[in-house]
């Protein structure tokens, strides 16, 4: 039983409510989806149980720990990706960890009282809303766990899996990592990476080019029939570094439909605080559009989160900040959650 799990890290059963009055009520009407978050690489590596809530930081320092499904409700976290990350390094077969992976996502459905259900369509998503449930999602991050096998797409469909990052760190044979081994090849999107894009379209998963080089971004999103998702990114327009994306990139996602979600780690914003999170989002909505701007925490991935939203029950503060900007409530709903549903809905599962 996965409640029985040790957990690392001490736990408080106490819950702390941030943010004003206004920023809950938004949430509370349209809680926020968040395009990536890594909590369950925490269960397969070190029994970190999502249903509990802990008090960060937690003994690995502050690189996870920082969402559960008790500060998911707390904070208006409607639903999440969940990264299904499988390390080459680590893992003898990739595909069997991804398997693993989601089977402790089910396990951890399972055992929730029904708090945290597995989310395909957006209609899922709406329905979870309506239940006040936090919804999980399954992302692939990174296409070197299909081992070579286009085929590996479909039954990762069957079992609920709505998007898939075709590089991480490592190139694979859909091409080259943004920064990482096979970084400097030049290589773009190769016939192989082609044919996943093809096939993650027939199979209803959703294409995402975070950690992709810069020629494979282009060549993805000139092929796309469907939209294109970033699912955790700086951008370049704000703060230069490697780990973030141009203003061109950026575009060429827009037009594809699709969604660029900004990560939660200061070592790509630029600063630290809550204001560099909208910095970011406002200059996506400057360069391509406010249907284009999302969410994409990175939570638990192996960074230290930005101060003040380091943890799931914060995200009204940034709800909070985006007022200060005098940024519409139209535009904050769509980029807590709205655009994000858009295209869920625009590129269903093909298995309902
Ligand atoms: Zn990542």
């Not at 509370?28 to 960060?56: I, K």
Request: hydrophobic share 40%.
């Amino acid at each position: 039983m996965l409640s029985s799990m040790a957990t690392p890290g001490p736990r408080n059963a106490t819950p702390t409510l941030h943010g004003s009055d206004e920023a809950r009520r938004i949430h509370a009407e349209c809680p926020a989806l968040d395009l990536h978050t890594d909590s369950f690489l925490w269960t397969r590596l070190l029994r970190y149980d999502v249903n509990a809530r802990h008090t960060p930081p937690l003994p690995a320092s502050a690189l996870f720990g920082h969402v559960d499904v008790p500060r998911a409700l707390e904070g208006g976290l409607g639903g999440a990706f969940f990264g299904l990350v499988a390390l080459p390094w680590l893992d003898r077969s990739c595909r069997r960890a991804i398997d693993d992976t989601i089977g402790l996502i089910e396990r951890t459905v399972s055992a929730s009282d029904g708090k945290l259900r597995l989310a395909r369509s957006a209609e899922d998503l709406e329905a979870a809303r309506r239940d006040g449930v936090v919804a999980a999602m399954l992302g692939v991050e990174g296409a070197h766990s299909l081992e070579g096998d286009v085929d590996a797409l479909a039954p990762l469909a069957r079992r609920g899996v709505r998007y898939l990052g075709l590089l991480h760190f490592t190139a694979n044979p859909c091409g080259a990592p943004m920064m990482g081994w096979g970084q400097d090849s030049g290589q773009g999107l190769t016939n192989f990476g082609r044919d996943v894009v093809t096939k993650c379209e027939d199979e209803g998963i959703l294409v995402d080019l975070a950690h992709i080089n810069e020629r494979g971004l282009f060549d993805a999103c000139e092929q796309a029939t469907k939209p294109m998702i970033l699912s955790h990114a700086g951008l370049a327009g704000v703060f230069d570094s490697w780990r973030n994306t141009s203003d061109a990139q950026l575009r060429a996602v827009a037009d594809t439909g699709g969604v660029a979600g900004v990560i939660f780690c200061p070592r790509y914003l630029g600063r630290d605080g809550v204001e560099a999170v909208v910095d970011h989002l406002l200059h996506i909505v400057n360069v391509a559009g406010e249907d284009v701007a999302a969410l994409g925490s990175d939570w638990d991935g192996f960074i230290v989160p930005t101060r003040g939203l380091d943890e799931a029950s914060k995200l009204p503060l940034l709800t909070d900040a985006l007022l200060a900007r005098k940024v519409p409530e139209r535009t904050i709903r769509k980029i807590l959650r709205e655009n994000t549903l858009r295209v869920l809905r625009d590129a269903p599962p093909r298995t309902p």
